[in-house]
């Protein structure tokens, strides 16, 4: 789940609008070819795949706690709203730190942000090992959303300073595989290891220092400029140039990260109901089989123009849903997870389709801050109708009339992106593929 992002979390492709590698204000390092011998910094490839290794352990952070809500519930006795609340308050802080830091790296540096962050998310696996109650989880949950809101813009921007066609494939492909990860390896701890609710954050953690070590190893890819401050205050703005391709993205991404809220909150609930199993492993499925099957469409739709591949995402959207609904109806698992599935490539097809709409068309000066708001959009998608599906399981129809209004509600939502796009006119909208060819 970015997020979170595809984080983050669009697949490779460079367009034909030139990205300038300077600006007066904002000015790369220097290259490293014209760098001394003694500077033995990460470039390039190997520095994209640890910026994307970071999405990745950020996104498996982030649902590592999901096969571990039944336990948390079994132990302290909270309801589903808690579950959501847990679940919706890490989205918050997410879009907090991407409102509040998601600009800073424009200004002191990549490096330095994702030091900060990795040590906060330490902190946070920290308080997840330790958590004795609902407060400790809540605020674990509050550091880990901080930390990863604020790393999300400066990994994906210093992913693109490094290489743009790897590094926006990567910014689309990451944020499914840590989601995937870290739910199934989360539950398979649960099921088969001793001390769940301690041993995979304690095994994250090492993850984290191991990658604060090839940060810190990384080259930085901008100068300090001034206006670091004036970064933290709260602030929207899109270049003009920009403002098409994000309002034909943002409804898409919407709606794939709201489909990844309810699996992050609900999906094992509706697991057990649906099987009748409590086993941790089958219900942590269904959030595994969403994510796989969205790393596994961003791969296959690497090459494909971008408006294809968000025509694509829309339509399987609206399929996986009406499938899992129907599924909900029948009481059948099969059909539920095939329903996952085919919604699972709506969403990475959606995500991949929204970030290559975008950000190939960003000035290096404003990558951060746009993938900022980009992740901005996701997460409120996730959070938000998450929390409002756990307070109506409570006290509206219970978990499956929830779902079947959640699910219709995506339905809805994704029609109504469809329509957009099919309006928007096809030049407004760049086709953009990884040979630069448009």
């Given at each position: 789940?970015?997020?979170?992002?595809?984080?983050?979390?669009?697949?490779?492709?460079?367009?034909?609008?030139?990205?300038?590698?300077?600006?007066?204000?904002?000015?790369?390092?220097?290259?490293?070819?014209?760098?001394?011998?003694?500077?033995r910094r990460l470039t390039g490839r190997p520095a994209v795949y640890l910026l994307a290794s970071l999405i990745v352990g950020l996104l498996a952070a982030s649902s590592a706690p999901t096969p571990l809500y039944a336990t948390y519930q079994a132990h302290w006795g909270f309801t589903p709203i808690t579950t959501t609340v847990v679940f919706g308050v890490y989205a918050v802080a997410v879009l907090a730190a991407l409102l509040t830091l998601g600009k800073l790296s424009d200004h002191v540096g990549r490096r330095p942000v994702l030091l900060v962050a990795l040590a906060v998310q330490a902190v946070s696996m920290v308080v997840f090992a330790t958590a004795g109650d609902v407060g400790a989880l809540l605020a674990a949950r509050v550091m880990q959303g901080l930390a990863t809101g604020a790393a999300l813009g400066a990994i994906g921007a210093a992913m693109l300073d490094e290489d743009r066609e790897l590094g926006t494939f990567a910014n689309a492909l990451a944020p499914g595989m840590g989601t995937a990860s870290g739910a199934l390896l989360s539950a398979l701890t649960v099921r088969y290891l001793p001390a769940p609710t301690h041993l995979i954050y304690l095994a994250l953690l090492g993850v984290f220092a191991v990658q604060a070590i090839g940060v810190a190893l990384l080259r930085e890819t901008v100068s300090r400029t001034p206006g670091a401050l004036s970064t933290l205050v709260p602030e929207i703005r899109l270049p003009r140039a920009l403002r098409g391709p994000v309002l034909a993205a943002a409804p898409v991404l919407f709606a794939a990260w709201a489909l990844a809220g309810l699996y992050g909150a609900l999906g094992p609930a509706l697991v057990r109901v649906l099987t009748g199993s409590g086993n941790v492993v089958t219900g942590a499925l269904s959030l595994f089989t969403l994510a796989a099957a969205a790393v596994v469409s961003v791969a296959v739709l690497r090459a494909a123009p971008a408006r294809p591949v968000m025509l694509t995402g829309i339509l399987a959207l609206i399929v996986g849903v009406t499938v899992t609904l129907i599924a909900l109806t029948t009481k059948s698992p099969a059909a539920f997870f095939a329903g996952t599935a085919i919604s699972g490539v709506g969403f990475g097809s959606g995500f991949?389709?929204?970030?290559?709409?975008?950000?190939?068309?960003?000035?290096?000066?404003?990558?951060?801050?746009?993938?900022?708001?980009?992740?901005?959009?996701?997460?409120?998608?996730?959070?938000?109708?998450?929390?409002?599906?756990?307070?109506?399981?409570?006290?509206?129809?219970?978990?499956?009339?929830?779902?079947?209004?959640?699910?219709?509600?995506?339905?809805?939502?994704?029609?109504?992106?469809?329509?957009?796009l099919l309006r928007t006119r096809t030049g407004s909208i760049p086709t953009l593929r990884p040979d630069g060819i448009e």
């Open positions: 789940m970015t997020e979170h992002g595809g984080a983050i979390q669009g697949a490779a492709g460079t367009g034909t609008i030139p990205i300038p590698d300077a600006v007066p204000t904002h000015r790369p390092a220097e290259p490293a070819a014209t760098r001394p011998r003694r500077d991949q389709g929204g970030i290559r709409t975008v950000v190939p068309q960003a000035a290096a000066h404003e990558r951060s801050g746009l993938l900022s708001l980009l992740y901005v959009v996701s997460y409120l998608g996730m959070g938000l109708p998450a929390v409002a599906a756990g307070y109506l399981v409570v006290h509206g129809g219970g978990l499956i009339t929830t779902t079947r209004q959640y699910g219709l509600a995506l339905i809805l939502l994704a029609g109504l992106a469809l329509v957009g």
